[in-house]
């Protein structure tokens, strides 16, 4: 084989791994990669499984944001050396309700003339923590000793968002949002009592 025929074949290889590489970059650019194996989607619409009818006012809302700090240790390894810290960012809400539906005769009492009214309210209730998945996030800050901290697995994202939403209803139940909530519903009660001319007065 001559030299120029072994240079007419280097250069045809070099030329043919510029145009696929060109071309990689063209289908990369409009969402296409030719390497990536075709994808067929079979997933059912949502089904509505049942509508149910609440009697409850939506009172107040507590926002809440978590952060959790995790050290995990090397094993076999001293102390002095660090292993992984893993930071979890949490964001959520906690809604607090009164329930109507457990108003009873005997916690509504009208007076002979009409104009007043004595209500009874049931205890507010606080829902569950509802984490906003967009704006919740795990910030992982490596040691320089990667090699070694590599091989030990973060907490698993399903246990932070259990351990801030526990520590998140933990906060909901110190704070006054159960206050906030009893408030806003006898302002909420007393504007619809005034529009029928009954004053309105609660008791505990």
């Given at each position: 084989?001559?030299?120029?025929?072994?240079?007419?074949?280097?250069?045809?290889?070099?030329?043919?791994?510029?145009?696929?590489?060109?071309?990689?970059?063209?289908?990369?650019?409009?969402?296409?990669?030719?390497?990536?194996?075709?994808?067929?989607?079979?997933?059912?619409?949502?089904?509505?499984?049942?509508?149910?009818?609440?009697?409850?006012?939506?009172?107040?809302?507590?926002?809440?944001?978590?952060?959790?700090?995790?050290?995990?240790?090397?094993?076999?390894?001293?102390?002095?050396?660090?292993?992984?810290?893993?930071?979890?960012?949490?964001?959520?809400?906690?809604?607090?309700?009164?329930?109507?539906?457990?108003?009873?005769?005997?916690?509504?009492?009208?007076?002979?003339?009409?104009?007043?009214?004595?209500?009874?309210?049931?205890?507010?209730?606080?829902?569950?923590?509802?984490?906003?998945?967009?704006?919740?996030h795990v910030v992982d800050t490596r040691t320089t000793f990667d090699k070694i901290s590599d091989f030990?697995?973060?907490?698993?994202?399903?246990?932070?968002?259990?351990?801030?939403?526990?520590?998140?209803?933990?906060?909901?139940?110190?704070?006054?949002?159960?206050?906030?909530?009893?408030?806003?519903?006898?302002?909420?009660?007393?504007?619809?009592?005034?529009?029928?001319?009954?004053?309105?007065?609660?008791?505990?």
């Amino acid at each position: 084989m001559t030299t120029l025929v072994l240079f007419k074949r280097m250069a045809f290889v070099a030329v043919g791994a510029v145009v696929a590489l060109a071309g990689l970059g063209v289908a990369n650019e409009y969402g296409f990669t030719p390497f990536q194996p075709p994808q067929t989607d079979r997933s059912q619409p949502a089904v509505l499984m049942s509508i149910q009818n609440l009697s409850r006012y939506e009172a107040a809302v507590a926002n809440f944001e978590k952060v959790i700090d995790i050290q995990d240790e090397v094993a076999r390894i001293p102390g002095i050396i660090p292993g992984r810290r893993t930071l979890f960012v949490a964001v959520g809400t906690v809604d607090a309700y009164v329930d109507l539906s457990g108003l009873a005769e005997k916690d509504m009492t009208l007076s002979e003339d009409g104009k007043s009214v004595t209500v009874r309210l049931p205890e507010p209730e606080l829902e569950k923590p509802n984490i906003d998945h967009a704006k919740s996030h795990v910030v992982d800050t490596r040691t320089t000793f990667d090699k070694i901290s590599d091989f030990i697995e973060l907490p698993q994202e399903a246990k932070l968002y259990l351990r801030a939403e526990k520590d998140m209803a933990a906060a909901a139940e110190e704070s006054e949002l159960r206050k906030r909530a009893t408030a806003n519903t006898e302002a909420m009660l007393t504007a619809t009592f005034d529009t029928l001319g009954i004053r309105a007065t609660f008791i505990d």
